[in-house]
């Protein structure tokens, strides 16, 4: 905040010696009052307008699969990136001129499978249950807030192998229940609701015969439009 006072001072100190080279006088007790409150508003929109262009929220998705004894899952890890990376030392240039990462205040996530090659339908859309370290009973929630942090603190499995039906398992929503996925490449499309704003991504993943063939396809993430109906 300090240095973006002092940019606004020697932006102010310029504008008065640029006036006195134009008029050839300098602003008299009056008018450094006018200065002074135009300085202040001045300020006062800019931080303003600082906030608005930086400080919107970034999500960051990032896929992983979990490996834990004979337990596998695929996972969708996200985060609203914060402003520098403290990690590194010091502050970024943003967050020295007092701007901050806006929270994200409502975050959803909604899925839909299709089967790669015929473009089958196998699970229609539905809502995912979102995970976080802040969740201690570990039941999850349709809907969270995401605050600007630096790890991955939030997630969202979207299918786990049960070893008993040697199946992969879709954990079901609030009106739907769980779904088994057969042996077969999928597409799985997520559709993520940030502030009221959907975002729609794709990926691709791999059910096979045994819990390792549970996997991701590379190259991973791509960016979709909607489909039309």
């Known amino acids: 905040m300090w240095l973006l006072l002092a940019i606004i001072l020697i932006i102010l100190g310029l504008s008065v010696f640029a006036l006195r080279g ?3 006088v300098f602003p008299d007790n009056w008018e450094w009052v006018g200065i002074v409150l135009a300085g202040v508003g001045i300020l006062m929109g800019t931080t303003n307008m600082l906030q608005m262009a930086i400080g919107r929220p970034k999500l960051l998705l ?5 490996v834990k004894d004979r337990e596998r899952n695929l996972a969708l890890f ?8 403290p990690l590194e030392g010091g502050k970024s240039i943003w967050r020295k001129l007092g701007g901050k990462r806006d929270t994200i205040e409502s975050l959803t996530v909604s899925l839909r499978i299709l089967e790669v090659g015929t473009g ?3 699970i229609p859309v539905m809502q995912a249950r979102i995970f976080s370290d802040a969740d201690p009973d570990e039941c999850g929630t349709w809907r969270t807030t995401l605050p600007p942090t630096l790890s991955f ?3 969202v499995i979207i299918t786990m192998w049960d ?14 229940p769980s779904e088994e996925l057969p042996k077969g490449i999928y597409e799985l499309v997520l559709i993520i609701a ?12 791999i059910v096979g015969d045994t819990a390792d063939d549970l996997t991701w396809v590379k190259p991973t993430l791509r960016k979709i439009k909607p489909r039309k109906k």
Not at 62 to 66: A, N, S, T
Not at 78 to 85: R, Y
């Open 78 to 85: 996200l985060k609203n990136q914060q402003l520098g990376n």
């Open 22 to 24: 134009f008029f050839g």
């Open 153 to 155: 603190e939030t997630s």
């Open 62 to 66: 990032e896929f992983d699969r979990i």
């Open 120 to 122: 089958k339908i196998l």
């Open 163 to 176: 070893e008993n039906k040697k199946k992969a398992i879709v954990l079901g929503d609030k009106t739907k």
């Open 194 to 205: 940030v502030d009221g704003e959907p975002q729609y991504y794709s990926i691709q993943f």
